[in-house]
Structure formats: C-alpha cells, structure tokens
C-alpha cells in the first residue's frame, strides 16, 4: 500500500543572517486543502521560513518536497511553477500604477506584443470582485487605504492560480467586514482544494480558520496542535513557553488635571465636524470605531501633520500652533503613526539613528554636534526596556521582524520622554508577550503622569487599558464611556452610530 505524499515538506531547513540563526532544523508539512496556521512570537522565524517557500530567499540547508519530490525554489518564478504564492507582510506594490496593473505586475498578458490592457482589466476585475472589493482596476494604488491595498495584494495572489497560498498577517491592517470577506475568501479556497499558510498575531483568527497549527519559537519548532486542541491559552503557552496570565493588569493610580485639552477640532477629512474632549495627567484614554471612522486624522491633525481647519490644541495649558509636528514635540506631544513605513521609521538605516531621529533637536550638544553617548544610551534602553529583538543597535532596521520594527518606531518617541502620548494601534503585529509589555509600559507611563491617548481596532485592547474611552463613528465623537461603564455592547452601538439605546 502507498500513502499520498503530502502537498508539502520541509525537512529540516536551517536559515542564518549575520549574528541571527533565523531558523534551526525546521519541520512542516501540509496537506491538501489544508489550513495550516503557523504562529510564533516576534522574530521567531515565520516570515524567513514563508520567504524560502516563496523563493524570495534561499535556506543554508534542508530540502523541500512538493508532492513527495524534491524541488529547488531558488527564485519566486520557480516557486510559483511548483504552485507556490505568498501575500507579503509588508505590502510589496507599486504605489504609482494602476490596480489592475499591479495585480499582473511582471506577467503582463500580451496582444500581438503589446501589454494587454482590456485583458488585465477583465481579469483584474474577476478578482477584485472574489475579495469583495469594489474599486475599479483602473484606480491608482496610490489612492487606496492601507486596508484595501492589503486586499489587492491578496487578489493578486489569487490571480496566480496557487496550490499553496501564503498569507503572512493578512489582516493586520484590515477592517472588521475586510477580514470577514477575507476569512470567506480562505474557507472556500479550502474547499475548492486550494491549501493555506496563514499567519496571525491574532489567536482568534487561528482558532476559527486553521484546521492545524505549527508553532514556531526561536527559529525552532516549539510544536503542533490538531484542530481539536487549539485553544488561547495552549497557542501561548507553546510560543512563549509559559503561562501569560494577568494580560490587562490595571492598577488603580492617580488621575490629574488635563494635560491634552482639545476644542472644536476640525480636521481636513470630516470639516463639519467638531472635536472636543480632554486627557489627563496619569489617564489613559482609549479611541474606539470602525476602521475610517476618522481615528487615525484626529491624531494626525492633533499632531500637526495635517492642517487643522478649525479649532483649539492644548498641552498643559499652553496652546500649540496648528499645521508644525515640530511645535507639537516641542509642546510634549509624540505620535506613534499606524503606518510604519510611511511615517514610522527609516526602514534603510539603522535602529539607533531611528531612535535617535526625533531626539536630534535634544541631544545636538553645542557647535552642532550630535550627542552620540545620549544616543547610544538611548538605543539600549529602548532595546531592553521594549526587548527588541536585534543582534546590535546597529542593525538596519529593515532585516527586523515586522513586530520589532514596530517596537523600534515605540523607542523612537519615548525617548523624547512626551507630556501627551498618542498612539495609533500601537500593538498592530504585536505578539501576545511583546503586547503585554507595551500594555505594561503604557501603565507605568501614566503612573509617571504621560496622558495617553491611544487609538485601536481591538475591542478587548479598548476594554482591557482605557480608563475612559471615546467612539468615533463618520468623523464624530458619538460618545464617551467611563471605565465602569465600558463594555463590548456599549462601544459597538456607539461606534455604528446608534446611540438610541444609550
Ligand atoms: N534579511 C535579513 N537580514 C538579517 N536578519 C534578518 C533578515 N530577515 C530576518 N532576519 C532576522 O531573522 C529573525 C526571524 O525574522 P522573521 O521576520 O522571520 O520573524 P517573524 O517570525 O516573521 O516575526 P514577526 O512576527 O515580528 O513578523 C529575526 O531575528 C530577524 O531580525
Ligand atoms: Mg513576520
């Protein structure tokens, strides 16, 4: 008797980068029309190891087997011939083309030479509308929400015809009804025989859609549950290797005057609407609401990236100028931005130089010299304190993980020591031991006096850290809830902008 081969094998694939084993003698295999999550702790591994299926990078050592044979993926082409294809974690279009083009980017259908363009739109068409995303193949990318540009890239790679489908963090930056589609989207491939790799922060999405979870731990495999054992606190345990309890550890501490006080606020993206509201001293204040319920511009606004239309900015009593980020540092705001790439940090240059980006005005000693111990000493704390994941400060911070890149961004603006902290999702692509941390760094920040005012997707994250919480729904602030009065319902009605029941 012969037993089918499964879709796909790795046998002990070993992965190295200077001063990083990425990956040790890792196993995994997939069966056809198989969910297959793989999960792990920030810098654990996943990414690297979808990267050499994918063809994107090249293993030190083992093999992998396609159908029971053993092939080469030395480039993304030969991945793709053996049915291959990966959604990457960071977003890999081209801001400056077309959607449709983007979705055919280096495999042009042709017509007597020439690019076809009524092909590319017929068919880009076809799977925009199999993710459930209306927007015409002829829009710019460029045009597009960080969210639906995430659903082009996973149109584009189911236009590719895959076996296997890689998805790394597809959701990190997707609204609640996108992940929905997305999760409609996996489940039929599934049936349709497709197989999934997918990759997740977000343990309630591993336990509704995997069918079997690897973890990976240190580049190693940590273990494997079967659909019948996947649970929270057995995903948490095999990737951190131990027992996170207590994740929300509020402690009751001192709450002061308003240190962030915000007066008919119009932003550029909702004029007809006025903001006002407060933060205080030691307070933690938490902004809930659907994705492009504005969240984002009021930070963005507060902070002088985009040009307030009307309207009064407060720190400590002291008004800030509209329209100057660079006057709002200097008033005590820091904001740590949603879009890492765009506003966070230089992915080119190192993490030190990105932690000491915004602190160059501080440190610069006398005769324009950067103060370059401050810098270092910094750069340590920041790497301790937040426990980025690289092997010296100097490390370009592109060759991080995705989640610590995002703690580099995090270090970048507590080490200018703000008044007033705004954070937009500051756990996205987080893992759940690294979230506890920054949970744990935003309480002893407000026990030190920071305001917070932190934006977030995450219900329980809005739940578990606000001491009072605002909900925004189409540019307004529809409501304003007291930590004891805070409850899933509550946020959910005045986020959809039902505020009969309240
Ligand atoms: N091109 C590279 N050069 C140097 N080091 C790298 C490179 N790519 C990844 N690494 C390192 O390899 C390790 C594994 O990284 P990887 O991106 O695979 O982690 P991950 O599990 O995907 O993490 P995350 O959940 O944060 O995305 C990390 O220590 C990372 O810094
Ligand atoms: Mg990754």
Redo the contacts with the bound molecule.
Sequence with gaps: MTTTPPLLEVRQVGKR??G?R?LHQVDLTLAQGEVLAVV??????????MKILAGV?SPDSGQILVDGRQVQLDSVSASIASGISLIH?ELNLADNLQVGANIFLGREPRRFGLIDERRINIEAQAVLERVGLDVPPTRLLAELSIGRQQMVEIAKALSVKARVLIM??PTSSLSTHETEQLFRVVKELRDSGVSVIY?S?RLGEVTELADRVTV?RD?ENAGELPREEISHDNLVRLMVGRDISQFYARRPHEIGEPLLEVSNLRTPTWPQHELTFSVRRGEIVGVSGLVGAGRTEMLQTLFGIDRALGGTVKVNGTRVPAASPREAISAGLALVPEDRKQHGVIVEIGVRPNIGLPGLRRNQLKLGMLNAAVERRDTQTMIEKLRI??PTAE?IVQ??????QQKVVLGKWLTLEPKVLLLDEPTR?I?VGAKQEIYGLMEALAEQGVAILFVSSEMEEILGMSDRALVMHEGRITGELARSDLSEEAVMQLATGRSDAA
Excluded at 40 to 49: F, I, Q
Excluded at 399 to 404: A, E, I, K, T, V
């Design positions: 980068f200077p990083v990425a792990g702790e920030n810098g654990a591994g996943k990414s690297t190891l990078q974690q790394d963090e990759i922060h990976l580049g994941k690289t490390q060759f991080l993980s995705g989640g610590n692509g893992d």
